[in-house]
């Protein structure tokens, strides 16, 4: 027994589908573009605190 989809041809759901993965494309690409940004975003903030003495004190009490 061979499956078939609701249309047998196959034609008319083609459109359709070449529309949904040029929008899945599209989104994944603003995605990257989005992840870059937030990746050189990150790079750009400092790793290690100019004055070392700057959290070296917790006050824990309340």
Do not use: H, R, Y
């Not at 041809?9 to 899945?24: F, N, R, V, W």
């Amino acid at each position: 027994m061979e499956l078939q989809g609701v249309n047998a041809s196959g034609t008319t759901g083609a459109p359709l589908e070449i529309k949904a993965l040029q929008l899945a494309k599209s989104n994944q690409e603003i995605q990257g573009q989005a992840t870059l940004q937030l990746l050189e975003s990150a790079a750009d903030v400092p790793k290690v605190s100019s004055n070392p003495a700057i959290g070296s004190n917790v006050d824990t009490f309340a």
